[in-house]
């Protein structure tokens, strides 16, 4: 029989996540901090509702977070009701959040003290790849913990790579995601231009999709982005977030990042326009708004 696992943080991803592995056969207890929405992931997948991280824990062979930022999986690992707490000695844990490599090793120092395992796993793909357990995900820690991750990974995901030790996953994922957010800005900078020019957009996008131009924010963004339709797959405050550990890890290690750095005022700007909660396809806001043109 698959092992128990504990499921901390139900949101748009937490929750297909949590789905893929309960349609793997592993017991699931989940926790999400409004208790409605972890009521409602039971009454459609099964398993049971915790009433704190702690108690997520509680004969868990494997522990998974999937929350907003490091100050969350510490509160919900290490806090009061943390589930540390509920764990028993040997327990596996591992992070499909995306936060700060210092705060990964952090976190790696204590659990190890406490002689349970730690593996940092963020995820890419938005929630249709969660949905459908195809999520990539970038793992970094010891072969051995590495290795026990495995089955869980393989419930969620489909491309799963080792990329180092512990925080290389996190490393590796927010440069991928300053790439994507640098795409997402530029194909909106274009289209604006075209727009401004008057050239058919709807052709436009064939071109980008058929030549050099070409990038996953085409397919994904670009009719979204002619029709303002930002619903969320993943949320602009999340890939501001994300942009802003990448150009943080970028200047310790000495080196610049120009292009990611203007993409963060770009999302910054859309921020200010209350589009936190809405998909980061929105940037097309702030760029419009910039240009004085509208798709």
Same mark, same amino acid.
């Given at each position: 029989?698959?092992?128990?696992?504990?499921?901390?943080?139900?949101?748009?991803?937490?929750?297909?996540?949590?789905?893929?592995?309960?349609?793997?056969?592993?017991?699931?207890?989940?926790?999400?901090? &409004?208790?409605?929405?972890?009521?409602?992931?039971?009454?459609?997948?099964?398993?049971?509702?915790?009433?704190?991280?702690?108690?997520?824990?509680? @004969?868990?062979?494997?522990?998974? &977070?999937?929350?907003?930022? =490091?100050?969350?999986?510490?509160?919900?690992?290490?806090?009061?009701?943390?589930?540390? $707490?509920?764990?028993?000695?040997?327990? *596996?844990?591992?992070?499909?959040?995306?936060?700060?490599?210092?705060?990964?090793?952090?976190?790696?120092?204590? +659990?190890?003290?406490?002689?349970?395992?730690?593996?940092?796993?963020?995820?890419?793909?938005?929630?249709?790849?969660?949905?459908?357990?195809?999520?990539?995900?970038?793992?970094?820690?010891?072969?051995?913990?590495?290795?026990?991750?495995?089955?869980?990974?393989?419930?969620?995901?489909?491309?799963?790579?080792?990329?180092?030790? %512990?925080?290389?996953?996190?490393?590796?994922?927010?440069?991928?995601?300053?790439?994507?957010?640098?795409?997402?800005?530029? +194909?909106?900078?274009? *289209?604006?231009?075209?727009?401004?020019?008057?050239?058919?957009?709807?052709? %436009?996008?064939?071109?980008? @999709?058929?030549?050099?131009?070409?990038?996953?924010?085409?397919?994904?963004?670009?009719?979204?982005?002619?029709?303002?339709?930002?619903?969320?797959?993943?949320?602009?405050?999340?890939?501001?977030?994300?942009?802003?550990?990448?150009?943080?890890?970028?200047?310790?290690? =000495?080196?610049?990042?120009?292009?990611?750095?203007?993409?963060?005022? %770009?999302?910054?700007?859309?921020?200010? $326009?209350?589009?936190?909660?809405?998909?980061?396809?929105?940037?097309?806001?702030?760029?419009? =708004?910039?240009?004085?043109?509208?798709?």
């Amino acid at each position: 029989m698959a092992e128990p696992v504990g499921f901390v943080g139900l949101g748009i991803m937490g929750s297909r996540m949590a789905a893929c592995l309960a349609r793997a056969g592993h017991p699931v207890t989940v926790y999400n901090r &409004t208790a409605e929405k972890a009521d409602a992931w039971v009454a459609e997948h099964g398993g049971r509702v915790a009433a704190t991280p702690r108690e997520a824990a509680d @004969g868990a062979a494997a522990v998974i &977070t999937m929350v907003v930022d =490091g100050a969350q999986v510490e509160e919900v690992l290490l806090g009061r009701d943390g589930a540390v $707490r509920g764990a028993a000695a040997g327990t *596996l844990f591992v992070d499909c959040s995306t936060i700060a490599p210092a705060d990964v090793r952090r976190i790696g120092a204590v +659990l190890s003290e406490r002689g349970m395992g730690f593996v940092d796993a963020p995820v890419s793909g938005s929630s249709p790849k969660a949905e459908t357990g195809t999520l990539t995900i970038m793992a970094g820690g010891s072969d051995e913990d590495f290795a026990r991750a495995e089955p869980y990974f393989d419930a969620m995901g489909e491309t799963i790579l080792h990329v180092g030790p %512990l925080g290389h996953g996190q490393t590796v994922k927010v440069i991928s995601n300053a790439v994507s957010a640098t795409n997402a800005a530029t +194909l909106a900078q274009a *289209l604006v231009v075209g727009k401004a020019t008057g050239v058919d957009l709807e052709a %436009l996008l064939e071109v980008f @999709g058929a030549g050099a131009a070409n990038s996953t924010m085409v397919g994904l963004k670009g009719e979204r982005m002619l029709e303002h339709d930002y619903t969320t797959l993943f949320r602009l405050e999340h890939m501001l977030k994300d942009v802003a550990i990448c150009l943080a890890e970028s200047e310790a290690a =000495g080196v610049p990042f120009p292009s990611a750095a203007l993409a963060r005022e %770009l999302y910054a700007a859309a921020m200010g $326009r209350g589009l936190a909660g809405e998909d980061f396809a929105s940037v097309l806001e702030a760029v419009e =708004g910039l240009a004085g043109v509208r798709l």
